[in-house]
């Protein structure tokens, strides 16, 4: 469904999956009225909460486990229920379905008590991470960014001449900004952000200095990425494939990957200067 309306995988997909399949589950998800759950999913869906499919697959499943039965949509559907992400809820509000009698209907098939708690929901993936948003700047820790906005204004921007001049100072910028993170007491959340923030500020500043590098190219809801990052998969290795073993298959991978580590490392020896003078409290141990 998620497909064919050209969207990410959302909570309320699953939800639909099951009220359109059979068993208890679909009969708990009977729409009473004019509107169907398919429709009213459509209408009710939210943007960038994909995220949140995966922590309620994670918390029927862990369920499932802990009552010692295999995951089946019932698991799923109690799941989405107590999660009350906003797709779902505004989709079982247009198709007029109460919530929580689902969920009684759905616990008393599975052998539960009809006021059975909550179940547990594991954490979401971090912010800035999948489609998850960052958190706001002014939610940060502002010791920790002035640190990266230091890093940002002092990027070796005049050595962006190839693309492998792009890929070192990403790969760079990546290292030391986690390294930066990581001291403090932060959170994941934070943590996440803070490097989130910190990539897209390097991509916007190595995009204007050298446009003929890196050609970075935003789309609505998503992360921006460089031709200089993405890899794609050359078409002679189908044809490596039929002539080589295949413990010998993936060496081309393995040596590209070393190659890119190497000049990782020559880009942050011949850089050292351009961060000689950065603050002894702030310098990355």
């Known amino acids: 469904m998620a497909h064919e309306l050209n969207r990410e995988p959302s909570p309320v997909h699953f939800l639909v999956g099951i009220g359109e399949g059979d068993g208890r589950a679909a009969d708990a998800l009977r729409s009473p ?18 995220y949140l499919h995966l922590q309620a697959q994670a918390a ?17 559907l109690v799941a989405l229920l107590d999660q009350d992400a906003p797709d779902v809820r505004e989709a079982m509000r247009l198709a007029g379905i109460d919530g929580a009698h689902a969920r009684q209907a759905v616990l008393r098939s599975l052998g539960a008590t ?19 948003p960052a958190l706001p700047i002014a939610e940060l820790p502002a010791n920790v960014w002035r640190q990266l906005q230091w890093r940002q204004e002092h990027l070796p921007l005049r050595r962006l001449r190839r693309s492998r001049d792009w890929a070192g100072l990403y790969h760079l910028e990546q290292r030391e900004a986690w390294r930066l993170v990581g001291r403090g007491d932060l959170d994941d959340d934070e943590q996440y952000s803070l490097v989130h923030h910190h990539d897209r500020e390097v991509e916007r500043r190595a995009a204007q200095a050298a446009p003929h590098v890196v050609d ?70």
């Not at 009225?33 to 960038?48: E, M």
């Not at 369920?63 to 799923?76: G, Q, T």
Request: no cysteine; aromatic share 10%.
């Open 33 to 50: 009225g004019p509107t169907s759950l398919r429709d009213a999913a459509i209408a009710g869906f939210v943007p960038r909460i994909g």
């Open 60 to 76: 029927a499943r862990e369920w499932a486990d802990s009552r010692d039965e295999w995951l089946e949509p019932e698991h799923l």
């Open 114 to 132: 009809d006021d059975h708690a909550r179940i547990w929901l594991p954490r979401p993936t971090p912010a800035g991470t999948m489609d998850r």
């Open 216 to 285: 970075v190219r935003p789309e609505p809801g998503e992360r921006v990425h460089s031709r200089a990052i993405l890899v794609s998969v050359p078409s002679r290795r189908r044809r490596l494939e039929r002539y080589v073993p295949n413990s010998m298959v993936g060496w081309p991978t393995w040596f590209r990957n070393r190659a890119v580590d190497v000049n990782a490392i020559w880009f942050r020896l011949s850089t050292l200067h351009y961060y000689r003078r950065q603050p002894v409290d702030q310098r990355p141990r």
